[in-house]
């Protein structure tokens, strides 16, 4: 409950202070109660201390028909203003381009929360001059709508050059006008439905206190009545409207994981799980597993692009019906890659998916070519949800799958005799580089269990990545930090163009972080509703406007905005990472006899519409 649910709306003005001002009788602050700030007398039920009042609107048909005739809502003059501020503010630029839908969303949740913070604000400051709220003059309002319609205007068309600018680094054309024109109406229906839970809140909060005021004193009754109500809204909102939403769309994608992906069939070939002889049947695969094993490069694709002889690719995957639990299916899909000779080529890949077990053709299908299809890869599903759901709510899903995958793998793969084990190779994007991380302690173990590393797009919450950026070097940026030298840990954004420090030795194992500086996966943290963090206050990056700036609550909620849509835009921005794999995996796996030439014509390939 905020404070001004208490006490009637007040402009906050000091003038109206006076004489006897505190000693005011109810009827007189009744009467004043009239002069413009509200459409009727406050009810006890809106807060009003001041039972009486409420007493004769029970004894008053005509009043309380009056009041319950009144269409447009109550609001407060403070409330107002911060309502208009954090909306102004609302339209400062973000990561990626927002269309006017999700402007008016974003924009009608941060006027709701300036609603509330100016309540509070002006609460606070009568509290402190100790005096009671009052009702605000006509002008005030006047001079309030006068102040929206300029700011919010000006606010609206420079959001839309902003949005231009942010379109043009990105190469993105699309532009709708209409739902630019809708913005305003969608955060308007927004901020009301928003108030409109709030308010309901607080008078569920008033009939219980009511309730239990008859067993218990008033001050214990507020107490109790507000922990009571706040619980009951965390419960319906992240047990009932959360878990429902996650399991319905769990259960739409189960369905879909049935599935097969047009133009893929079952694979003929021994060397890949489904195919013959497989310890896993096509139909477990899911669909994302199918996607895996019934494509991909053959040894012909590859031997017409290396102009050498070229081996037909190892794939094993297990799907979630595959077996009962993580464990059961990592064994199954280690069993079928053994089966199938991947522990007899020369490079090894461990992948972890993500979300519904997805995995990108392109990290893969670069391993693959840079390899000369001497390469096995192994990977399972964990998961039905889409990757940014899952990105949410499938956490300790990736961490098991992650870690179980790599130490059947690894228990494998270390009984072998040294001069026959394959360079064993990590990979994972988005979720699937924190599922990967997590069968590694630091940087240590990385380089003493692996032959390299390539993790694209990790999520903020990664437990090394943020241990690698928050203990880097003095001076390099959070975008492109510097971590003990390069000397086993490095990041970049566009491999093609260099990975720093280029002046510092990169023997031994490698570990390469791939993250752009537009990634909202990679930024997006719950402490931006508070505090600033390094990469907005410093140097942006290539693909970020200079405009963007920390704002308390509205960066948190632009940023979270961004998630769904980030892998839509183009290659090299947002959470779309594809040509930069071929520059990744080629620092990663210093393969030889392949010229920059060569990597163009590749990249082509990974990314024909690059």
């Given at each position: 409950?905020?404070?001004?649910?208490?006490?009637?709306?007040?402009?906050?003005?000091?003038?109206?202070?006076?004489?006897?001002?505190?000693?005011?009788?109810?009827?007189?602050?009744?009467?004043?109660?009239?002069?413009?700030?509200?459409?009727?007398?406050?009810?006890?039920?809106?807060?009003?201390?001041?039972?009486?009042?409420?007493?004769?609107?029970?004894?008053?048909?005509?009043?309380?028909?009056?009041?319950?005739?009144?269409?447009?809502?109550?609001?407060?003059?403070?409330?107002?203003?911060?309502?208009?501020?954090?909306?102004?503010?609302?339209?400062?630029?973000?990561?990626?381009?927002?269309?006017?839908?999700?402007?008016?969303?974003i924009c009608g949740i941060s006027a709701a929360i300036g609603y509330g913070l100016g309540v509070v604000a002006a609460f606070v400051w009568r509290a402190f001059a100790d005096r009671d709220a009052r009702t605000p003059s006509h002008g005030s309002w006047r001079v309030l709508i006068v102040c929206a319609i300029v700011l919010f205007g000006l606010s609206f068309g420079l959001g839309q050059y902003w949005q231009h600018e942010i379109r043009r680094l990105m190469g993105v054309t699309?532009?709708?006008?209409?739902?630019?024109?809708?913005?305003?109406?969608?955060?308007?229906?927004?901020?009301w439905l928003l108030l409109s839970a709030g308010r309901g809140l607080r008078r569920l909060y008033h009939w219980f206190t009511r309730i239990l005021q008859r067993w218990i004193g008033p001050r214990a009754a507020r107490v109790v009545g507000w922990v009571a109500v706040a619980a009951l809204a965390w419960s319906v909102v992240s047990g009932v409207?959360?878990?429902g939403f996650v399991n319905a769309t769990n259960e739409a994608f189960s369905l879909?994981?049935?599935?097969?992906?047009?133009?893929?069939?079952?694979?003929?070939?021994?060397?890949?799980?489904?195919?013959?002889?497989?310890?896993?049947?096509?139909?477990?695969?899911?669909?994302?597993?199918?996607?895996?094993?019934?494509?991909?490069?053959?040894?012909?694709?590859?031997?017409?692009?290396?102009?050498?002889?070229?081996?037909?690719?190892?794939r094993a995957y297990a799907g979630l019906q595959t077996a009962d639990d993580a464990e059961a299916r990592a064994d199954r899909a280690v069993a079928d890659l053994r089966r199938a000779g991947g522990f007899e080529r020369e490079n090894l890949l461990v992948i972890t998916t993500t979300g519904s077990g997805w995995v990108d053709p392109a990290a893969v299908d670069s391993f693959e070519y840079l390899g000369d299809g001497d390469s096995a890869?192994?990977?399972?599903?964990?998961?039905?949800?889409?990757?940014?759901?899952?990105?949410?709510?499938?956490?300790?899903?990736?961490?098991?799958?992650?870690?179980?995958?790599?130490d059947a793998v690894y228990d494998v793969w270390s009984k072998l005799p040294q001069d026959q084990r394959p360079r064993l190779f990590v990979a994972g994007e988005s979720l699937g580089s924190f599922g990967g991380e997590t069968a590694f302690s630091g940087e240590y173990d990385?380089?003493?269990?692996?032959?390299?590393?390539?993790?694209?797009?990790?999520?903020?919450?990664?437990?090394?990545?943020?241990?690698?950026?928050?203990h880097r070097e003095p001076g390099s940026p959070e975008i492109e930090p510097v971590y003990r030298d390069g000397r086993t840990v490095r990041f970049t954004d566009d491999p093609a163009d260099g990975i720093p420090p280029a002046d510092r030795p990169w023997d031994g194992t490698r570990v390469l972080y791939l993250m752009h500086p537009s990634d909202p996966i990679v930024w997006w943290?719950?402490?931006?509703?508070?505090?600033?963090?390094?990469?907005?206050?410093?140097?942006?990056?290539?693909?970020?406007?200079?405009?963007m700036v920390w704002i308390p609550f509205v960066t948190f909620w632009q940023v979270t905005a961004d998630l769904p849509f980030s892998t839509g835009v183009p290659d090299g921005h947002g959470h779309t990472y594809k040509a930069a794999y071929v520059d990744g995996w080629n620092a990663v796996m210093r393969p030889s006899g392949f010229t920059p030439q060569d990597l163009d014509r590749l990249r082509d390939v990974i990314q024909p519409e690059r």
């Open positions: 409950m905020t404070p001004d649910q208490h006490e009637p709306p007040s402009d906050g003005s000091p003038e109206r202070e006076g004489p006897g001002a505190g000693d005011a009788s109810p009827a007189s602050r009744d009467s004043r109660a009239g002069g413009g700030g509200e459409a009727d007398p406050p009810t006890a039920e809106d807060g009003e201390a001041d039972p009486a009042a409420a007493k004769d609107r029970e004894a008053d048909p005509a009043a309380a028909g009056s009041a319950k005739r009144r269409w447009h809502p109550r609001l407060t003059l403070p409330g107002c203003w911060g309502a208009l501020l954090l909306a102004c503010l609302s339209f400062t630029p973000s990561l990626l381009p927002r269309g006017g839908v999700l402007q008016g969303l699309d532009y709708n006008v209409v739902t630019a024109v809708a913005c305003p109406f969608v955060a308007a229906l927004v901020f409207l959360l878990a879909r994981d049935n599935e097969t992906p047009e133009g893929v069939h079952q694979p003929t070939t021994t060397l890949r799980s489904g195919g013959p002889g497989s310890l896993v049947p096509w139909d477990t695969l899911g669909y994302q597993g199918r996607a895996f094993t019934g494509s991909g490069p053959t040894a012909r694709d590859i031997g017409a692009f290396t102009h050498r002889p070229a081996q037909e690719p190892v890869t192994v990977a399972m599903q964990y998961s039905y949800l889409p990757s940014w759901l899952s990105y949410l709510v499938d956490q300790s899903k990736a961490r098991e799958a992650g870690r179980e995958l790599f990385l380089r003493n269990r692996t032959a390299g590393t390539l993790f694209a797009g990790p999520p903020n919450f990664n437990t090394l990545f943020r241990e690698f950026s928050d943290s719950p402490s931006l509703a508070l505090s600033e963090p390094d990469w907005i206050g410093e140097a942006p990056g290539s693909d970020v406007l200079e405009e």
